[in-house]
Each structure stands twice: as structure tokens, then as C-alpha cells.
């Protein structure tokens, strides 16, 4: 990692001398991370984060293997370091992080956890198509992970809208995938789920017989009905043996 800490020295240096900013005022920071899901690296990306003042203004990519400019100086400053010698040390992150990564990594503290996946119906009103599902995978570890729709076994990619993964706060993530389709019969439409946690994909299918809130409905209303059965037989029992145990004087 010294070679990192020696690059990024460099790096805000040249930030100081094109910005002209001054090191009282500004903060900047760096953040690298190493990012994968396969147990053999074999997607390993390697991203490097440089702020200013809290905001990113940019950013190396291995994936993209140069640097992105978010804001008006981060672009022009991207755009010096793409063109520098700079830009081939980062191309090296990605080896730079297999090696770290190989040599700590063990399998206790390797930490995989299968999402909960869950399948629902949406209403949404003025919409060109029927129909609305939504595939949501909860409290899964590491944060790649892929979502699709299927329909009969045939994979759909027109009308189709994913979330990117998103932190949870605990080390945790999720994902929400919306398919808007016209329901044909006999079809069936199921959600694939790809993730490390699994020796294979996961297929979810959708059962349309009854929305899952008029299931909902179905249940509450039941349970009430089956507690006021009971409520009227205890009371029908209690009034007959109240009557049987009066005594009946003739007037």
C-alpha cells in the first residue's frame, strides 16, 4: 500500500497546483476500494475516490480503466491524470488488490449470506401495460448480485427497471427489479436471482391466482369471521345455562 500512499501524495499535489486552492480551507480525502463477488476474483474492480470538501470530483474506474470527472474541475483535472503516468499505476490497482485481498482473505472471514427474495405486485396508475411486479432481494452479502425476468423460461429485457444495490447500513444489501408486462394466459413469469451465496440461479415464479393484498385481505377477514363465530357460541352457551339455572315461580 505504500506505493498507493506515495501515488495519492502526488496526486493532491497536482490538485493543489491546478485548483490553486489552499490547504487551510479544503479537505481532501481518497477512498480505494476493491470491489468482487466471485470466490476467484475474477470480477475484481478497483476503485479509486477523490474528494474535495465532501463531494467526489473524481474518480478511477478498473472497468472503465481511466479516470471520470464529476464536476468542472474534477473533468479537467481527469483529463491531466488520464493523460499522465499516473493513469498506468491505478491500471495496476486491480493486481495490487487480488494480491492484498488473497493474502488476507480466509474462509472465516469471508462473509456470504443468501438474500431473501421476495415477489409483489404494484399498483401503478396510468401505466401503457396491466400488469407490475417487483422482485426484491433483502439482507445479502456481498453487494453483487443480478436480477432478471423471465417469461416462460425466456428471458425479458424490454420494461424492465433495477435499483442499484443499496447499503442497508449493516453490512447489508438490497435491490428492487419492476417488470410492467400485459398478462397472457397460460404464461408463466418468474425472477432470476444470480448472487456468490448460490451454486446456481435462483428462480422465483410468480403465482397470479390472487394479489398478495387481496390474499392479505382474504386472511384478515377470515380470522375475524372465525372470532366472531367463537364470541357468539360462548355467549349462546353462557345465556342457556343461565336460563336452565333459574327457578320459574307461577304468578
Request: hydrophobic residues 40%; glycine residues 6%; neutral net charge.
Amino acid at each position: 500500500m505504500s506505493l498507493l500512499n506515495h501515488l495519492s501524495c502526488h496526486l493532491i499535489l497536482i490538485l493543489f497546483v491546478l485548483t490553486g486552492a489552499d490547504c487551510a480551507d479544503d479537505y481532501y480525502m481518497r477512498r480505494s476500494r476493491c470491489i468482487y463477488s466471485s470466490p476467484d476474483y475474477s470480477d475484481m474492480a478497483y476503485i479509486d475516490s477523490f474528494y474535495l470538501n465532501k463531494f467526489l470530483f473524481t474518480q478511477f474506474n478498473s472497468t472503465l480503466s481511466k479516470f471520470v470527472g464529476f464536476t468542472e474541475i474534477g473533468m479537467g483535472i481527469a483529463e491531466q491524470w488520464n493523460n499522465s503516468p499516473f493513469v498506468l499505476t491505478e491500471r495496476n490497482g486491480v493486481n495490487l488488490c487480488k494480491f492484498i485481498i488473497k493474502s488476507e482473505d480466509t474462509p472465516a472471514r469471508v462473509k456470504v449470506v443468501k438474500p431473501k427474495v421476495k415477489l409483489s405486485s404494484v399498483t401503478r396508475a396510468g401505466g401503457k401495460h396491466l400488469a407490475v411486479l417487483m422482485c426484491s432481494a433483502y439482507e445479502f452479502y456481498p453487494p453483487h448480485i443480478k436480477v432478471s425476468w423471465l417469461r416462460d423460461g425466456k428471458l425479458m429485457t424490454s420494461d424492465v427497471t433495477s435499483t442499484m444495490e443499496l447499503a442497508d447500513g449493516d453490512w447489508f444489501y438490497q435491490i428492487h427489479s419492476e417488470l410492467e408486462y400485459t398478462p397472457k394466459s397460460g404464461e408463466k413469469i418468474s425472477c432470476m436471482v444470480e448472487h456468490a451465496s448460490f451454486n446456481k440461479p435462483m428462480i422465483y415464479d410468480w403465482d397470479p391466482s390472487l394479489p398478495e393484498s387481496e390474499r392479505n385481505k382474504i386472511a384478515i377477514g377470515a380470522s375475524c369471521l372465525v372470532l366472531g363465530i367463537i364470541i357468539a357460541a360462548a355467549g349462546l352457551i353462557y345465556y342457556k345455562k343461565k336460563i336452565a339455572g333459574r327457578i320459574l315461580v307461577p304468578h
